[in-house]
């Protein structure tokens, strides 16, 4: 039910990524990336550009969905100080948000339930607004960012960029939130001359339904971070993407080139992973297997809001949370699971999935009775 954590979306042991990755090992497992290049790099970044929204030109590969979100917000701080605003440093996002768990990305976590309170007196101190109000399917009204704008107007001689996690915010709650809420997002944004970031890591390659969650809003970030479902679940690969005029003004400041290469950055092995993995996407089935998959929750999980321990069950694309009026016993509701011969990994109050794309009708109705069981017996 969990996709390894949501990047598994084409099934594992898949025979066509397996082939292709066996070839590249004969060919190159790895190369330093500084200075020199290789052809699964070369084409993964045109086929990310190609993907992506006509803004979004320039590509940076990273080691992973957290150091995407860190590539992404140096690049913010160091496109404003090549524009000479070095003051503008500072980040402003959403509560309820996770962008991973390294320093930077811990810095834009939500402060209460980001899961990393040891560290708070360490991280660099960020702005916070209140979580998207409206639901998916609502319009947003001026008071739903009503504080996001005073933030903004208060703080923007300091802000680099806003950064959200578009439409559904994962980790830090599976909430699903209006895609009008990303349009009034951006339309500040410009006002207040601060970049856009979308984090993606968790939503791009169909996950919500559309290619990019940033679609649902016909909005374009930025700078928009990919990662999890990137290489089908495969290898470690991240990258984050912008637009022409981030990566050339970046460039044609000092010290004129963008400030960050790690050793793995560009792995032969995992871009051709990537190349796989979004050749299949592109090649197959996708849309109608997401839709399915939307269907198949939407009935599997409704016996759930039956139930009085269950406070909502929500569904969008290939996402299906149930949420409980309680935290769960770790220790007791993941034996249950496996004993009903699936893997779903609850966290706090929810217990959701995100399955791989090619599930099959039987097994996703197998794995929503489970939830379904296992949730009816706790309580």
């Not at 990258?239 to 460039?251: G, K, P």
């Amino acid at each position: 039910g969990m996709a390894s954590w949501w990047s598994v979306i084409h099934g594992y042991n898949h025979p066509i990524i397996n082939t292709a990755l066996k070839q590249q090992i004969d060919k190159m497992s790895h190369v330093m990336f500084g200075g020199l290049t290789h052809d699964p790099a070369i084409e993964l970044g045109q086929q990310l550009v190609a993907m992506t929204a006509p803004e979004l030109q320039a590509v940076f590969l990273a080691d992973s969905g957290s150091v995407s979100v860190e590539v992404a917000m140096k690049m913010a701080i160091q496109y404003w100080a090549s524009s000479g605003q070095p003051n503008k440093q500072r980040f402003l996002t959403v509560r309820n948000g996770y962008h991973g768990d390294t320093f930077g990305a811990m810095s834009v976590c939500d402060p209460v339930n980001g899961m990393h309170s040891l560290f708070s007196q360490t991280l660099a101190q960020q702005l916070f607004a209140p979580a998207p109000e409206p639901a998916f399917d609502a319009p947003c009204e001026a008071q739903h960012t009503e504080e996001l704008a005073r933030l903004l107007v208060e703080h923007r001689d300091s802000i680099a960029a806003i950064i959200i996690e578009p439409v559904v915010q994962g980790a830090g709650g599976m909430r699903f939130y209006s895609p009008a809420y990303l349009r009034e997002l951006r339309a500040l944004a410009d006002e207040n001359e601060v970049l856009l970031i979308f984090d993606e890591v968790a939503t791009g390659f169909g996950r919500t339904g559309k290619l990019f969650a940033y679609e649902h809003a016909d909005v374009v970030p930025d700078i928009l971070c990919l990662g999890k479902a990137l290489t089908g679940g495969y290898m470690t690969l991240a990258a984050t993407v912008t637009t022409e005029n981030v990566s050339r003004t970046i460039n044609q400041g000092e010290p004129g080139v963008f400030m960050h290469g790690p050793t793995f950055m560009g792995n032969p092995l995992a871009c051709t992973a990537a190349l796989s993995s979004l050749k299949l996407l592109q090649e197959g089935k996708w849309q109608s297997q997401v839709q399915a998959i939307e269907q198949g929750l939407k009935e599997g999980l409704a016996p759930c809001t039956r139930l009085a321990a269950v406070r909502q069950a929500r569904v969008l694309g290939a996402i299906g949370v149930v949420e409980l009026h309680k935290a769960v016993d770790m220790a007791t509701i993941q034996p249950r699971f496996v004993e009903a011969g699936v893997w779903v990994r609850p966290f706090g109050k929810l217990v959701y999935v995100m399955p791989p794309f090619v599930i099959s009708p039987s097994q996703l109705a197998h794995l929503c009775r489970a939830i379904t069981k296992v949730v009816a017996d706790i309580a």
